[in-house]
């Protein structure tokens, strides 16, 4: 399984470039924290190992959130508290080893495939 690694940069530049790393980061870790939910609950992952992806998520979107600060883009603010909260009440259920509360939390990080299966 291929994870995201959050990048750890000096996290200058313009509000722009900000606010484009945050959203770039945003897509990157829904996709990882919902793929390793399903592998988690599909019994192919330890709850240690999900336990690290979730934390490592959560660490990313705090240090992403410090970069934020002076930036006026409150969507984008909204995005990453509303991730990290997901991220939280993953947490809680898999310490109450609560299979059906990680998939409510994560369902949203779950979407369908689009994939029409027509290729080239």
Do not use: H
């Amino acid at each position: 399984m291929i994870l995201f690694a959050g990048s750890v940069c000096g996290c200058q530049g313009s509000e722009e470039e900000k606010v484009e790393r945050a959203r770039k980061e945003l897509r990157a870790w829904r996709g990882t924290v919902g793929i390793a939910a399903k592998e988690y609950l599909d019994g192919r992952v330890p709850r240690t190992y999900f336990r690290q992806v979730v934390t490592a998520a959560d660490e990313s979107l705090a240090e992403r959130e410090k970069d934020l600060k002076g930036v006026v883009d409150a969507a984008v603010k909204s995005e990453l508290a509303d991730l990290r909260r997901v991220l939280a009440e993953v947490s809680a259920a898999m310490e109450r080893e609560d299979g059906a509360g990680v998939m409510r939390a994560t369902a949203t990080l779950r979407v369908p495939s689009t994939n029409d299966g027509g290729g080239g």
